[in-house]
């Protein structure tokens, strides 16, 4: 088993749409998560960090859940431009970062 | 945001060569940096951590002897591929620990060897 998994997808949603990505990590000393966007062929870049509490960012809000282990990724009226690969990323308390194999969303007119 | 630069972007090398390429944080000191690889359409992969003045720790499976990585300052990390073969062609990636929680990749090198 994966220490971080995230669901396959692809996931392909109209415009406008909401679209929610989880992601469960198996290592219950993991002290920092995060969301990664990657476009195709290029770097990947930090999204947000998911806070206990639950934060949001504009049309994104994410949510951790330590108790079951398992973040989430809500993506609100969905744009064109939010077609990319997002990676959920852990941190151990020893600068370990572990990723998930991304959800692939692709957004369509 | 913080910057990582990677270089060089693109290169081509004959079969049997090695190649180096460089990760440097340009804004910050990095004692930490990850090395990635990535096929088409599949995820990243991490190769090995990088920590400035020790030994880099290599992920199972990732020959330590054909992937060399140097990090000699807290600026700089290389990753030589050692014998490249075709098979060896993909994207590397680099991304360094910025404030001890959160990374920065720099913007990847494609790898063709032919």
């Known amino acids: 088993r994966k220490e971080v998994e995230q669901d396959p997808g692809p996931f392909n949603v109209p415009e406008g749409a909401t679209v929610a990505f989880n992601c469960t990590y198996s290592n219950s000393a993991s002290q920092s998560f995060f969301w990664y966007r990657q476009d195709c062929r290029k770097e990947p870049k930090l999204l947000m960090s998911v806070y206990s509490s639950g934060n949001e960012d504009g049309r994104f809000t994410a949510q951790l859940n330590r108790a079951s282990q398992y973040i989430s990724l809500l993506i609100r009226d969905s744009k064109l431009s939010d077609s990319a690969t997002y990676l959920c990323v852990v941190k151990r308390n020893n600068n370990d970062m572990r990723f998930g194999a991304g959800t692939r969303l692709t957004v369509k007119p | ?114």
């Open chain 2, 1 to 114: 945001g913080a910057v990582v630069s990677q270089h060089p972007s693109r290169v081509i090398c004959k079969s049997g060569t090695s190649v180096k390429i460089e990760c440097r944080s340009l804004d910050f000191q990095a004692t930490t940096m990850f090395w990635y690889r990535q096929f088409p359409k599949q995820s990243l992969m991490l190769m090995a951590t990088s920590n400035e003045g020790s030994k880099a720790t290599y992920e199972q499976g990732v020959e330590k002897d054909k992937f060399l990585i140097n990090h000699a300052s807290l600026t700089l990390s290389t990753l030589t591929v050692t014998s490249a073969h075709p098979e060896d062609s993909s994207f590397y990636i680099c991304s360094a620990l910025y404030t001890g929680n959160t990374i920065y990749f720099g913007e990847g090198s494609w790898l063709t060897v032919v």
